[in-house]
């Protein structure tokens, strides 16, 4: 009578064990396939969050996903990435609402005055008249609010109403928003002057917003940017502008423009070949738009004086440390944009060291998958730690990086597809040694 050589119960466990064990060795942290790396002192050990360094995100992947922490002995740290509100008002919620307009033509004062019924009591943030003119414009325009529609209250004077460029190569530069400096209000009048004869309005857009629950703000920060080159074809001005590191969450971009009067569209626009122009030309050569907006500078005498110099980005990624601002020209000459200035919105980690010392973030592995950790689950509950400063060594090349090799396509696909093959035929063989041995334990238990 011969004898099974393990426990028929054994085998299975035996089974999962060898998979389990594969799979553990195939997730298993390789610090070899991480460029670079970069030290960082914590001072106490415990949950903390602190700012991921510009040099970290800049050698890390778009999503990084290739972010590891390692603690001082070498151990990965799990960690999390929670969501930062915007530098503003904390809480905020925002609606756009679409009313009718009473519309009165003053003829002898040259002004159309347009009356909205506002409906809310939220608080405004700006009124939108609906302007469908086609041809270009440029007015002045008069903001008031009144609680009952007798009294009325100045918010704003000589603010620009404009439109340029309609129908030309470049499409139309448009600016119709008016602030109101989030009051509350029943009623809302605009008063549009004009010299030859007053525009057609079809409406109005409210923009409200509405304070919840209270939490703080976390501020934006500086960005080192500069233009790095400067060049100009078919109507349009191409700006290079560096930086200093990718991957960062711009929420401002600020041009220094010494012109005195000037109104131009611009496109803020990553990758590509930076090549063409006009309004396709970024999706013709594979560039990612960022944001695009209007610049503008007018002053008419007494009569009119605005400016907008910068775009709001809303924290928008940018792959890559250089980016281009194609700034429309038409057929007037190119701006004198003597600089320009950028916010990014910070990336917090959240992490649990066991205790103080150098720590190591490492980044530059583009095969690296995402980590699923526990704690990321739990991002947004550790939103309200302080942030621990951390003191930041310079971005290094990580020792004994060995890069991955660059297969081409069909042999990367065959050793995946090898693998996993092979990892079949494993549990088969050991399937079927598992079938062969569980009929004769039980025909040696029957013979007994």
Same mark, same amino acid.
């Given at each position: 009578m011969k004898k099974a050589l393990l426990p028929s119960a054994a085998l299975p466990a035996l089974c999962a064990a060898c998979i389990l064990c594969t799979g553990a060795a195939c997730l298993a942290l390789e610090p070899a396939g991480w460029q670079y790396r970069q030290a960082f002192d914590i001072g106490r050990g415990g949950p903390a969050r602190i700012p991921l360094p510009a040099g970290t995100l800049d050698g890390a992947q778009p999503d990084l996903r290739d972010l590891r922490v390692l603690a001082p002995d070498g151990a990965e740290l799990p960690y999390a990435l929670p969501r930062l509100p915007a530098a503003r008002?904390?809480?905020? #919620? #925002? =609606?756009? *609402?679409? @009313?009718?307009?009473? +519309?009165?033509?003053n003829r002898?004062?040259?002004?159309?005055?347009?009356?909205?019924e506002t409906g809310t009591?939220? @608080? +405004?943030?700006?009124?939108e008249p609906l302007i469908p003119d086609t041809s270009d414009y440029l007015l002045p325009a008069r903001v008031e609010i009144s609680g009952d529609g007798r009294a009325w209250e100045t918010l704003a004077d000589r603010l620009a109403l404009f439109r340029r460029g309609q129908g030309g190569r470049h499409g139309a530069v448009v600016q119709n928003t008016l602030p109101l !400096? =989030? =009051?509350?209000?029943?009623?809302? /009048?605009?008063?549009?002057? &004009?010299e030859t004869g007053p525009v057609a309005v079809a409406g109005a857009r409210l923009r409200t917003v509405t304070a919840t629950a209270a939490r703080a703000a976390v501020p934006d920060e500086e960005v080192a940017a500069r233009i790095v080159a400067t060049s100009r074809r078919a109507g349009e001005t191409l700006l290079a502008i560096d930086l200093g590191a990718a991957n960062l969450a711009l929420s401002e971009l600020a041009f220094d423009i010494a012109d005195p009067l000037f109104m131009r569209g611009v496109t803020i626009t990553? !990758?590509?070949?930076?090549? !063409?122009? !006009?309004?396709?030309?970024?999706a013709a050569s594979g560039e990612t738009v960022l944001a695009r907006g209007a610049l503008? =500078?007018?002053?008419?005498?007494?009569?009119l004086d605005a400016h907008k110099t910068a775009l709001d980005l809303g924290g928008v990624p940018a792959p890559a440390r250089r980016i281009v601002a194609r700034i429309e020209d038409g057929d007037s000459p190119p701006l004198d944009v003597r600089g320009v200035t950028a916010k990014r919105r910070p990336?917090? +980690?959240? &992490?649990?060291?066991?205790?103080? %010392? /150098?720590?190591? &973030? *490492?980044? %530059?592995?583009? @095969?690296?998958?995402?980590?699923r950790y526990d704690l990321a689950a739990l991002a947004d509950r550790f939103a309200d730690l302080p942030v621990?400063?951390?003191a930041a060594g310079p971005v290094e090349a990580a020792p004994g990086y060995r890069p991955p090799a660059e297969p081409d396509e069909p042999w990367r696909f065959a050793r995946s597809a090898g693998f996993w093959v092979a990892l079949a035929l494993v549990v088969a063989v050991l399937l079927f040694v598992i079938g062969r041995l569980l009929p004769k334990a039980e025909t040696d238990a029957g013979d007994r």
């Amino acid at each position: 009578m011969k004898k099974a050589l393990l426990p028929s119960a054994a085998l299975p466990a035996l089974c999962a064990a060898c998979i389990l064990c594969t799979g553990a060795a195939c997730l298993a942290l390789e610090p070899a396939g991480w460029q670079y790396r970069q030290a960082f002192d914590i001072g106490r050990g415990g949950p903390a969050r602190i700012p991921l360094p510009a040099g970290t995100l800049d050698g890390a992947q778009p999503d990084l996903r290739d972010l590891r922490v390692l603690a001082p002995d070498g151990a990965e740290l799990p960690y999390a990435l929670p969501r930062l509100p915007a530098a503003r008002e904390a809480g905020e #919620t #925002t =609606r756009t *609402l679409h @009313r009718a307009a009473a +519309l009165q033509v003053n003829r002898a004062e040259k002004e159309i005055v347009v009356t909205i019924e506002t409906g809310t009591d939220e @608080r +405004l943030d700006s009124v939108e008249p609906l302007i469908p003119d086609t041809s270009d414009y440029l007015l002045p325009a008069r903001v008031e609010i009144s609680g009952d529609g007798r009294a009325w209250e100045t918010l704003a004077d000589r603010l620009a109403l404009f439109r340029r460029g309609q129908g030309g190569r470049h499409g139309a530069v448009v600016q119709n928003t008016l602030p109101l !400096g =989030r =009051r509350t209000a029943a009623w809302v /009048r605009v008063a549009i002057a &004009f010299e030859t004869g007053p525009v057609a309005v079809a409406g109005a857009r409210l923009r409200t917003v509405t304070a919840t629950a209270a939490r703080a703000a976390v501020p934006d920060e500086e960005v080192a940017a500069r233009i790095v080159a400067t060049s100009r074809r078919a109507g349009e001005t191409l700006l290079a502008i560096d930086l200093g590191a990718a991957n960062l969450a711009l929420s401002e971009l600020a041009f220094d423009i010494a012109d005195p009067l000037f109104m131009r569209g611009v496109t803020i626009t990553a !990758g590509g070949e930076n090549g !063409g122009a !006009g309004e396709n030309a970024a999706a013709a050569s594979g560039e990612t738009v960022l944001a695009r907006g209007a610049l503008y =500078r007018v002053a008419v005498g007494d009569r009119l004086d605005a400016h907008k110099t910068a775009l709001d980005l809303g924290g928008v990624p940018a792959p890559a440390r250089r980016i281009v601002a194609r700034i429309e020209d038409g057929d007037s000459p190119p701006l004198d944009v003597r600089g320009v200035t950028a916010k990014r919105r910070p990336v917090h +980690l959240v &992490f649990n060291p066991p205790a103080a %010392g /150098r720590h190591v &973030f *490492l980044s %530059g592995n583009p @095969r690296a998958a995402a980590p699923r950790y526990d704690l990321a689950a739990l991002a947004d509950r550790f939103a309200d730690l302080p942030v621990t400063a951390i003191a930041a060594g310079p971005v290094e090349a990580a020792p004994g990086y060995r890069p991955p090799a660059e297969p081409d396509e069909p042999w990367r696909f065959a050793r995946s597809a090898g693998f996993w093959v092979a990892l079949a035929l494993v549990v088969a063989v050991l399937l079927f040694v598992i079938g062969r041995l569980l009929p004769k334990a039980e025909t040696d238990a029957g013979d007994r």
